[in-house]
């Protein structure tokens, strides 16, 4: 078990593999225990990096979430890199994980060679689709196998943790916070887009991410009527296959 400090916080991360460096980032109220098996599959071609954002998994805790979360979590993961001594490199992105690595290619997009994006809202949300969120979350609080899968990530203070992301996605929508912040335009990578139509926690995400698509230069995009949140989790076997050819191109 490994940790690095920013900004006086313990931040859990793992090297497993060798050869070119892939990042994987998770999505929110979860940790990176969502890719025990990724990070096997994807370690036979890749030197796989895992962490866990301040506040989640194995990492040390906040009293509350920034607003500004996926960009202060796309500005942790760079800093880990540099930290690992890895200047260029790939990124797996599901869910919120997706709008941090786009974000860290705005930051340094010199960096990144290229992104798979899976399963996110796109570079906006409103108050009203994050209310929406938020009741569901909150509502599952009351399912026990719900509960048991947040503790499995996050411990015995999962609690905490949903209730710090529920917060912080009320308040950046009430003052109108993008996700991904910058101009997607500045973004140098090569892009893949993942998404099903079928995802039961994101309404017309196939719109949101064509909306999302045309403003980036260098852009793919895999578009399925099956699976679930997230694609890359639900329907492994496809989403490896495409991840290859894509990362492997």
């Known amino acids: 078990m490994a940790f690095f400090n920013f900004e006086g916080n313990q931040v859990y991360y793992d090297v497993y593999g060798e050869g070119e460096p892939l990042l994987l980032l998770h999505g929110n109220s979860v940790s990176s225990t969502l890719f025990e ?3 096997v599959f994807f370690s036979k071609y890749f ?4 962490m866990d ?3 989640h998994g194995k990492s040390g805790r906040f009293e509350r979430f920034r607003d500004d979360f996926w960009r202060y979590n796309g500005v942790v993961a760079l800093d880990l890199m540099s930290y690992l001594k890895i200047e260029k490199f790939n990124i797996i992105g599901t869910s919120g994980g997706a709008m941090a690595g786009l974000n860290m290619a705005i930051l340094q997009p010199e960096r990144i060679k290229k992104i798979i994006a899976d399963s996110f809202f796109g570079d906006s949300i409103t108050y009203s689709e994050a209310l929406d969120l938020v009741t569901r979350r909150r509502a599952a609080k009351n399912d026990f ?4 899968y947040w503790k499995y990530h996050n411990g015995d203070d999962w609690e905490n943790v949903v209730d710090n992301d529920c917060n912080m996605m009320l308040s950046f929508t009430e003052k109108g916070l993008p996700t991904i912040h910058g101009n997607p335009s500045e973004i140098t990578a090569d892009v893949l887009l993942v998404a ?3 995802d039961e926690l994101l309404p017309d995400i ?3 991410l064509d909306k999302f698509a045309a403003k980036l230069n260098s852009v793919e995009k895999k578009y399925y009527n099956f699976g ?7 329907e492994k076997e496809e989403f490896r296959k495409i991840a290859l050819e894509f990362l492997l191109r």
């Open 196 to 198: 099903t139509s079928t």
């Open 206 to 208: 196939l719109g949101r």
């Open 228 to 234: 679930r949140h997230t694609f890359m989790i639900t």
């Open 37 to 39: 098996s990724c990070k």
């Open 47 to 50: 030197k796989v990096i895992i």
């Open 145 to 148: 196998m719900t509960v048991q």
């Open 53 to 55: 954002y301040p506040g």
